[in-house]
Structures are given as structure tokens and as C-alpha cells.
């Protein structure tokens, strides 16, 4: 253990590791599990486990509509849930805060919606470098549509994303759209200088959020953003649920995103008029449990305190940092401070391709992704075709870290390095 | 899967693989990847009266993927085009020595067999073609 890491942290993570079942069991070989794909899904807490058993079990049926007990209970579970993450996420209201399915589907859903109407021929869309597939192709599928311009913000030799040329990149820009936390580099986007200088342009802003939800404090109205992504799953909520916000105004102007129940006011065969938000964006039989496990998750998160889950996830960045540095021939991708990234790491070592990386850790129950993250761009920028990459949580400790380095090792020796 | 799956003759393909690089005139060349670990293979073949004269491979992408691409080669050296096209995954476990391996490498291991048979299969074509028209 390197010195200034509060042992607080490692108290209370192994309080927090009791909580998650998944984490006392072994893989077929026996190994302890090791999860370091985090970014990928997070696990969950018993109490979330048990909110959906709970719903089925108890009170299972559908929303908004049955006058009777549990279809009450249903509904004000469902509810409760929008408000707690209205709380969370310091929303003006609860009418902003849209179950979607994920957040991919909530960046569809502005571009489909918002998008469609608000940007035309020669208009800019500004994006990062660091963006994730969800939040670049659904812009350049408008962009093909409407003749709508891709843009993007460059970084710098440590990724971070460089601001020198933010005012010209403003200039007929319409809509920035970027990542708070990139879930390649890690690296954090500075939004409290981007915001500011996106509405000064006359731009509105969205930010995919599903890396940096479940691992800060969020604030969506001192951040001043126009939208906000979230992914459910990343945060300890089952997956098939996650977040659009949107500032009012913006929502109420916006045509609905997909038709069909739940989010008409009135229909006759000619016409329709829709139903008042949150409801307006959400067609059909929603995901009830769902909901009511992200209810469960925000609970836990904000039982954890938030200022703690992003103190602990940089002693342990800072941790893994320096133990990577230790390993030969490997090469970590990103800022260099802790303090500059979130919980991720991305890395290769030698010409050790990160699948096999990948399947030789597997073997010692240490679990990380290979691949292109879904970053395909950013990894042809950066020159590579693929990374390993471990991400923390809450539930992480100072000995996954070293389980990794351990395993690592062994590669490293397996493959002659 | 087992550590010993990465046994030595597999990096040893890995590093210095098998029949690597290209062929001058190849009477066919197929190319595919694996966009999901990025793994990339090309093969040229000549054929000659049905079988595979000569073949090389080119690409890039994880030890398993190459290594069992160089194998591969080895393998089907004079083999006929229609006896490649029954080659399957058995034939690369075997080579590779491997008897299990997680469904994602399999990809992986497999890719060099795919491309192959691509590359057999529009010879074979191309044969029957010159067949109609020349009988």
C-alpha cells in the first residue's frame, strides 16, 4: 500500500463488498472473483436484487392505470424511484427526469426528437474525440439526413481534451454533445468551461453521463447542462433502465420520441394529443422493476455518499496507477493524474494482444475487457486497434489492484515479455 | 481457459508465423476481420488442378487468431480446395491443442479458417464459371 491512502476507504469498501452478493463467489476454477469491468456494467447490491424481487413477488402490476392495491403501490414505487433520481441528480423537477432504457437510448431520443427539429444544413454538432459509439453515430446518422456538420474537440498528448480552439469550434456550432467521463482514457471533460461557453454561442448542450453518473456527485443545473444521459447499469441498477433529463422548456417543446400508450392525453382515430411530461417520452408498458431497482440504487449510492465513491475510486486510480508503472513493457493510455480521470484504466503490454490478456487473467478469475471499448475512433487516433482495460467501483479494493498486477505478471512471463 | 492453452509453439507462430506476407500473382485472395478485438486476416492462394499450390497470409490481431492462421497454412499446403471447405472448428482446436476455449476466441481461432474457405470457395466458383463457358 502506497502512503496518503486514507485506510477509511478500506474499511468501508469491505462494509460495501458485503453488500454484493456476486462478490463472495469463485469462478469454475475455484479463483476468487476479481471484477474490473465495471465500466462495462457494475454489479448490484443485495438491496437492489431484493426491490425487484420484491416488486414481483408483492405488487407486480402495470403503472398508471389499475385502480386497485398493488397496482397502486406499483405506481407510487415507480414514482418514488423518478424522485429519488430527480434528488440525486438535482433536477428542478421530477416532470424532467425520463425513464429510458439505457443512455444510448436517451442521446436517440434528443437526437431523434430535438435533434430532427433543431438542426439543418451547415449547423455544427461538437463533439469530443473521446466519444463512445452511442454518442457519434446517432449525430452522424442526422448529420447524413439533414446536412448537419460533425465537429470534434481535439486532445492533448495525455487526452485530455484541449481547449485552445473552443470559441472557433462554438462558431455555428448548435448542439455540443460530449462525454462527462471517457470510458477509454478516463479522462474527465471540463465541463464547468465548456457549458458557459456553449451557451454563450447560442449552443445547446447534452451530456452523456453514463461514465460519470455512478462514480461523482452530479448536479445537472450547476452544471447548466441542457441534457443529461445515464445508464442504469452502470450505477447498480439493473440493465434496460436509465435517464434522460432535460430541462423543461426544452421538454416541453420537443415532439414525443416513440408513440403508443402511457403517453397520450386523448386519442381518437384522427387524432392525438399527448400526456404531460415525464410521461410524454414514455410509450408503453415501462420497465416497472426496472425503475424501482434504480429507485434502490440511488438509495445505496446516496447511503455511500457520493464525495466518498469519488475519493475512494481516485486512491484507487492513483494505486493502480503506480502499480501498472511498476509492470514492463506496459504502457497505461490517459491523463497521468488520479485526480484528472475516473476509475479506468486502458492499457497494453509488449505485443501482447489485450484478448489474449484478457483470456490468460480470465484463468486467475480477474475479470477486464479487451477490445475498442466501443471507442473505435479514438483507438485508430491513439494508433491502436485495441486496449485492456480495468475500471473500478465502489466494491473495488487495493488488492483487486493487485490481483491484476499479479496476473498481469503472469503474463507478462507467459509471454516472454 | 487454461493457462497452458499458450503453450510455446503457439507464440512461437505468433512471433515468427508460417507462409507470412503475399504472393506475387495469387489466383485469389480473400480478406475479413473480426471488428470486435479488431483481428485481421488476408489470404492469397495459387491454385493449381484443384489443389492449393502456394499461400500466404497476412494480418493482424491476438496470438490465437495468427498462430492458428500460420497453423492453418501449414495444414492446407497441396490440400484440394473441396477438402478445405470441410475443414471446421474441430480442425483448429486441434491444431491449436486446445480443447476448450471461451465462444468470443473461438472467433478468434477461426478467423484464418473463414477466410480460407472464402478464398477456396469463390476459386471453385471461378472454376465452374470458366467450366459453362469453355465445356
Known amino acids: 500500500m502506497i502512503a496518503g491512502i486514507p485506510h477509511a476507504t478500506g474499511d468501508k469498501v469491505e462494509r460495501v463488498r458485503a453488500d454484493f452478493p456476486i462478490l463472495a463467489t469463485r469462478t469454475s476454477k475455484g479463483k476468487p472473483l476479481v471484477y474490473l469491468d465495471s465500466a462495462a456494467t457494475s454489479q448490484k447490491p443485495r438491496s437492489v436484487i431484493d426491490a425487484i424481487s420484491h416488486y414481483y413477488e408483492d405488487y407486480n402490476a402495470n403503472i398508471h392505470r389499475g385502480v386497485y392495491e398493488i397496482a397502486e403501490r406499483a405506481t407510487d414505487a415507480y414514482e418514488a424511484a423518478r424522485k429519488r433520481a430527480a434528488v440525486f441528480f438535482n433536477a428542478a423537477s421530477t416532470d424532467e427526469i425520463i425513464f429510458t432504457r439505457n443512455a444510448t437510448e436517451s442521446i436517440n431520443l434528443v437526437c431523434y426528437t430535438w435533434g430532427f427539429e433543431h438542426l439543418g444544413a451547415g449547423d455544427g454538432i461538437l463533439l469530443t474525440r473521446l466519444e463512445h459509439h452511442s454518442n457519434i453515430v446517432p449525430w452522424q446518422l442526422l448529420a447524413a439526413k439533414t446536412g448537419a456538420e460533425l465537429r470534434f474537440l481535439e486532445l492533448d498528448e495525455q487526452g485530455r481534451v484541449a481547449l485552445d480552439d473552443l470559441e472557433q469550434k462554438l462558431q455555428g456550432t448548435k448542439l455540443v454533445a460530449i462525454t462527462q467521463v471517457s470510458n477509454t482514457l478516463g479522462t474527465i471533460v471540463p465541463l464547468e468551461q465548456i457549458v458557459p461557453a456553449a451557451h454563450a454561442a447560442g449552443a445547446t448542450v447534452l451530456v452523456d453521463g453514463a461514465q460519470a453518473a455512478p462514480h461523482m456527485s452530479v448536479d445537472v443545473q450547476a452544471l447548466d447542462v441542457d441534457f443529461y444521459a445515464v445508464s442504469g447499469h452502470k450505477m447498480l441498477a439493473p440493465t434496460g433502465i436509465g435517464i434522460l433529463y432535460g430541462k423543461r422548456a426544452l421538454l416541453e417543446a420537443m415532439p414525443p420520441f416513440l408513440a403508443g400508450g402511457d403517453m397520450i392525453r386523448r386519442v381518437t382515430y384522427d387524432r392525438t394529443t399527448y400526456n404531460e411530461l415525464p410521461w410524454k417520452f414514455e410509450a408503453g408498458t415501462s420497465n416497472i422493476a426496472g425503475g424501482i431497482g434504480l429507485g434502490a440504487a440511488v438509495e445505496y449510492l446516496e447511503g455511500l455518499d457520493m464525495a466518498w465513491v469519488r475519493e475512494h475510486e481516485v486512491a484507487l486510480t492513483a494505486y493502480a496507477l503506480e502499480r501498472l508503472a511498476e509492470v514492463p513493457h506496459l504502457t497505461v493510455y490517459g491523463p497521468k493524474r488520479a485526480e484528472e480521470r475516473g476509475g479506468v484504466a486502458a492499457f497494453t503490454m509488449g505485443d501482447a494482444h489485450p484478448h489474449d490478456l484478457a483470456s490468460i487473467l480470465d484463468a486467475e478469475g480477474v475479470c477486464i475487457r479487451a477490445g475498442h471499448h466501443c471507442t473505435m475512433p479514438l483507438h485508430e487516433r491513439l494508433g491502436l486497434t485495441a486496449t485492456a482495460r480495468a475500471s473500478f467501483y465502489v466494491y473495488t479494493t487495493f488488492a483487486d489492484v493487485d490481483a491484476l498486477i499479479e496476473a498481469l505478471e503472469k503474463a507478462a512471463r507467459i509471454f516472454k515479455l | ?135
Request: net charge negative; proline share 3%.
Open chain 2, 1 to 135: 481457459m487454461d493457462e497452458l492453452f499458450y503453450r510455446e509453439y503457439i507464440l512461437e507462430h505468433y512471433r515468427s508465423p508460417h507462409n507470412y506476407g503475399h504472393l506475387e500473382n495469387p489466383d485469389i485472395s480473400a480478406e475479413d476481420d473480426n471488428p470486435l478485438c479488431g483481428d485481421r486476416i488476408r489470404v492469397d492462394l495459387k491454385v493449381e488442378d484443384g489443389r492449393i499450390a502456394d499461400v500466404r497470409f497476412e494480418g493482424k490481431g491476438c496470438a490465437i487468431s495468427q498462430a492458428s492462421a500460420s497453423m492453418l497454412t501449414d495444414v492446407v499446403k497441396g490440400m484440394t480446395l473441396h477438402d478445405t471447405l470441410r475443414l471446421g472448428k474441430d480442425e483448429i482446436m486441434e491444431n491449436l491443442g486446445a480443447e476448450t476455449l471461451a465462444a468470443a476466441r473461438i472467433k478468434c481461432a477461426t478467423l484464418g479458417l473463414k477466410v480460407l474457405k472464402a478464398a477456396a470457395m469463390r476459386a471453385l466458383e471461378r472454376a465452374a464459371e470458366a467450366e459453362e463457358q469453355h465445356p
